[in-house]
T-cell receptor
Framework: AQRVTQPEKLLSVFKGAPVELKCNYSYSGSPELFWYVQYSRQRLQLLLRHISRESIKGFTADLNKGETSFHLKKPFAQEEDSAMYYCALTGTGRRALTFGSGTRLQVQP | ETGVTQSPTHLIKTRGQQVTLRCSSQSGHNTVSWYQQALGQGPQFIFQYYREEENGRGNFPPRFSGLQFPNYSSELNVNALELDDSALYLC????????????FGPGTRLTVT
């Protein structure tokens, strides 16, 4: 069975502070990991995927297979980063996305 | 380019009734996935349709069924509604082979009383 765990429901930081949203997963094969984001009054959208190794809006995420983690990081938070963040994985067949329960990031001025 | 649309936006049903939710794919997408999102939880995969056939299913009972039409739009049907079916239902479209990059609709909020 595959599972994604996001231990924090809410993460509150001040503008300019570093951000780390935690994600741990369990999967027996080789998963693909993603971060999806939902801004206020907008639909869920893909932020980044581990294979691309890109930095999107200043966010990066590194897949650590030893620790089965895929934490999302940003060195300096901005107020516009406030949103709901979901970590997700897809396994063999690459069909279904398995989501974590989400972390709400609140960036205060 | 037209995004994913869903109808209706909100729906209230009584326990035991049946409901049909509708989804139009993003232009050019041939795969549709449905997710159930309970309050405070992440989306949970119900099933996926490709070329009008079910192409994968999550841990949902058979009273959750679906259809995909030749124009790639899709329906989610739920029979014998239960109180626990109250949730936000999300539709996502994608291109076959790139199912990870799913484009989500705004969702239909179903309340079962």
């Amino acid at each position: 069975a595959q599972r994604v765990t996001q231990p924090e429901k809410l993460l509150s930081v001040f503008k300019g502070a570093p951000v780390e949203l935690k994600c741990n997963y369990s999967y027996s094969g080789s998963p693909e990991l993603f971060w999806y984001v939902q801004y206020s009054r907008q639909r869920l959208q893909l932020l980044l995927r581990h294979i691309s190794r890109e930095s999107i809006k200043g966010f990066t995420a590194d897949l650590n297979k030893g620790e089965t983690s895929f934490h999302l990081k940003k060195p300096f938070a901005q107020e516009e980063d406030s949103a709901m963040y979901y970590c997700a994985l897809t396994g063999t067949g690459r069909r279904a996305l398995t989501f974590g329960s989400g972390t709400r990031l609140q960036v205060q001025p | 380019e037209t995004g994913v649309t869903q109808s209706p936006t909100h729906l209230i049903k009584t326990r035991g009734q049946q409901v049909t939710l509708r989804c139009s794919s993003q232009s050019g997408h041939n795969t549709v996935s449905w997710y159930q999102q309970a309050l405070g939880q992440g989306p949970q995969f119900i099933f996926q349709y490709y070329r009008e056939e079910e192409n994968g299913r999550g841990n949902f009972p058979p009273r959750f069924s679906g259809l995909q039409f030749p124009n790639y739009s899709s329906e989610l049907n739920v029979n014998a509604l239960e109180l626990d079916d109250s949730a936000l239902y999300l539709c996502a479209s994608s291109l076959a082979g790139t199912s990870y990059e799913q484009y989500f609709g705004p969702g239909t909020r179903l309340t079962v009383t």
